[in-house]
């Protein structure tokens, strides 16, 4: 019975060569004759290979560490090409954020802007409102002055003609030598200076009510340039803080497009390194890609530091509007308190 050609192991390729290795060394020539008469046996290739079976095996390990190492390029090339895609996705994603970041930014400072510029029309609306209100009320306050002291004019003339008068009758020796006991004249000069002596109360309280409009209206005036003022230094705070707000975004989006730049070019350089450096210089690139996504965080939080300062702005904004009103209630309290003095004062002339 011929001996059967020994099969090779799939599991252990190895052995099973060098078994072949073995057995050809250790074959007899009757076993050669057998095996090269046999039908389910392939001739030799070679039948002049007389190489030793150690180098044979050596050979045969150089190729599987050929192989072994040409797995392990492709394996690197693989996980690089993996990490560039990652790292790809990844500066998409990033350029995402900048861009939603960018328009954030953007939308602010249009609603602060068109906020600012809001206010800052409603402050000279109001403030040219109330130079109106004050104007015509200093106009007709000027204009009551005035009847006030034509009036006083008045009682002081009637005051000279009923004095004069007077005068005239006790100069007159006629009358005393000829009517000097007379009762009817007596009574007549007791009526004419009881009526000087209420013309001379009168003139008296219309001066004093005079000087006393005339000290409310300085006092208004001086209530009106203090509510003036203090209206002009709110706007001036206004724009003064809209002009920081602009210069703040303008450096921000300055560092922000730099940052954006430099991000940029840092990639470019990482994508050129990347195609010749291997797995470890990879995860050192990603590394150093994650501490410029903590540098985004922290200029993420800069911004919104930003927007805070922006919020305590409009904050400030509201508490000096508040300021004003307070200021223009207050003036508008001792407006009406002069015209209450006012009426008084006439209902009292009127009674007179």
């Known amino acids: 019975m011929r001996d059967r050609p020994e099969r090779a192991d799939p599991e252990n390729p190895r052995a099973s060569k ?26 030799p290739t070679d039948r002049h290979d007389s190489r030793p079976p150690l180098k044979k095996l050596a050979l045969a390990e150089e190729d599987e560490l050929g192989q072994s190492a040409e797995k392990l390029r492709s394996i690197r090339a693989e996980a690089a090409h993996a990490m560039e895609v ?4 990844e500066t998409i994603h990033h350029e995402s954020a900048l861009n ?17 510029q809001l206010l800052a029309g409603e402050s000279r609306k109001d403030i040219a409102t109330s130079e109106s209100v ?3 009320r200093d106009e007709q306050r000027a204009q009551e002055l005035a009847s006030s002291r034509a009036e006083v004019l008045m009682k002081s003339a ?5 004095n004069t008068a007077l005068h005239e009758i006790q100069a007159a020796g006629l009358v005393r030598s000829e009517c000097g006991s007379c009762p009817v004249l007596q009574e007549e000069i007791q009526v004419l200076q009881r009526r000087i002596r209420a013309l001379e109360t009168t003139v008296s309280n219309e001066v004093n009510r005079t000087e006393g409009l005339e000290a409310s209206l300085a006092e208004a005036g001086n209530s009106l340039r203090v509510s003036e003022q203090c209206t002009r230094e709110a706007v001036e705070q206004l724009d003064h803080e809209r ?9 921000q989006q300055k560092s922000r497009l730099d940052l954006e730049r430099t991000t940029e070019d840092r990639v470019r350089v990482m994508i050129t390194e990347r195609e010749s450096k291997g797995a470890e210089e990879v995860l050192l690139e990603r590394t150093r890609v994650e501490a410029e996504r903590g540098q985004l965080t922290l ?22 509007m508040r300021l004003l009103e ?6 508008r309290s001792d407006r009406e308190n002069h015209e209450a003095m006012l009426a008084q004062a006439y209902a009292q002339l009127g009674r007179q």
């Open 18 to 43: 060098e078994a072949s290795y073995l057995g050809g060394a250790m074959m007899t020539p009757e076993r050669k004759r057998d095996a090269e008469s046999s039908p389910n046996v392939s001739p």
């Open 86 to 89: 990652r790292h790809m996705e």
């Open 100 to 116: 939603q970041l960018r328009e954030d930014l953007r939308s602010a400072k249009r609603a602060h802007v068109e906020d600012v």
């Open 134 to 136: 004050y104007e015509a």
């Open 158 to 162: 009637e005051l000279e003609r009923t």
């Open 243 to 251: 002009v920081q707000f602009q210069l703040a975004l303008q450096e």
């Open 299 to 320: 200029e993420r939080a800069a911004n919104e530091e930003v927007l805070a300062r922006i919020f305590e702005g409009l904050a400030n904004q509201d508490a000096n």
């Open 326 to 331: 307070d200021a223009e209630e207050q003036l």
